[in-house]
């Protein structure tokens, strides 16, 4: 995959994750689908967890903090 692609599935999958109310024990799934899809992500563009979360919350228009 492309960068961008990387980073569009972690948007996507962040959104999902955020839109079931962040619930791990009913969601889990969408938990673990959205902390794959950060740290490949974070991986490929070489930058840290925490700027790729940041960069995925920033594209969603929410809080850059963490």
């Known amino acids: 995959m492309m960068l961008e692609e990387l980073f569009l599935d972690?948007?996507?999958?962040y959104k999902d994750w955020w839109d079931c109310g962040r619930d791990f024990?009913?969601?889990?799934d969408k938990f673990e689908a959205w902390d794959m899809a950060i740290n490949t992500y974070s991986f490929t563009a070489m930058i840290s967890r925490d700027e790729a979360?940041?960069?995925v919350r920033a594209a969603l228009g929410m809080s850059?903090?963490?």
């Open 53 to 55: 979360i940041n960069q």
């Open 64 to 66: 850059n903090q963490i």
């Open 25 to 28: 024990n009913l969601h889990a």
């Open 10 to 13: 972690a948007v996507h999958t």
